[in-house]
């Protein structure tokens, strides 16, 4: 980072290089996943656009959580402090969405915790895109609000990358 902090290169641009590379790593997976499950017979109501939406999605929450990423590795410094601050973070957001129990089967307080959670908001407009179990309008409502925290998480990494860049 520091060597390239003295190239010509924008700070956006520097932040945005290594964010879409893990995005990119984000959609193979996916389509990894995806081919995993066709081979194994499963089948997507929404055909080809619903796959391609669920896709999207993935690219959508993979961004924000890899701008944090950045931001917490430009403040810590050190990659222990990294993974036990973004294992902290990652576990809890999974566990309070409806990625591995049904919302129906939820504690008043956590499906409400999980109204504000990025990690449920991915599930539910994944799950309408592809399997069809919802319309456009919630995939599009939550990609916008997954768009907005990745407005949000890209802030913060920016602000992490000045004051990085300020204290060398």
């Not at 080809?48 to 999605?57: E, F, H």
């Not at 407009?125 to 069809?132: D, L, S």
């Amino acid at each position: 980072t520091e060597r390239l902090l003295v190239s010509p290169i924008s700070r956006p641009a520097l932040l945005a290089g290594r964010v879409v590379q893990q995005t990119i790593t984000m959609v193979i997976q996916s389509l990894i996943m995806v081919g995993i499950a066709l081979l194994a017979g499963a089948s997507f109501s929404n055909g080809v656009l619903g796959v391609a939406g669920l896709i999207g999605v993935a690219a959508v929450v993979s961004a924000p959580f890899a701008s944090l990423s950045i931001a917490f590795a430009l403040v810590a410094r050190k990659e222990e402090t990294l993974i036990a601050t973004l294992t902290f973070l990652q576990l809890p957001l999974s566990f309070i969405s409806s990625t591995l129990i049904s919302a129906a089967l939820m504690p008043a307080w956590m499906e409400t915790a999980a109204n504000f959670n990025p990690v449920e908001w991915a599930v539910e407009a994944g799950r309408a895109a592809a399997p069809g179990e919802g319309g456009l309008d919630v995939v599009a409502s939550r990609a916008g609000l997954l768009v907005a925290f990745l407005a949000l998480a890209a802030w913060l990494a920016l602000r992490a990358l000045e004051s990085y860049q300020r204290s060398l």
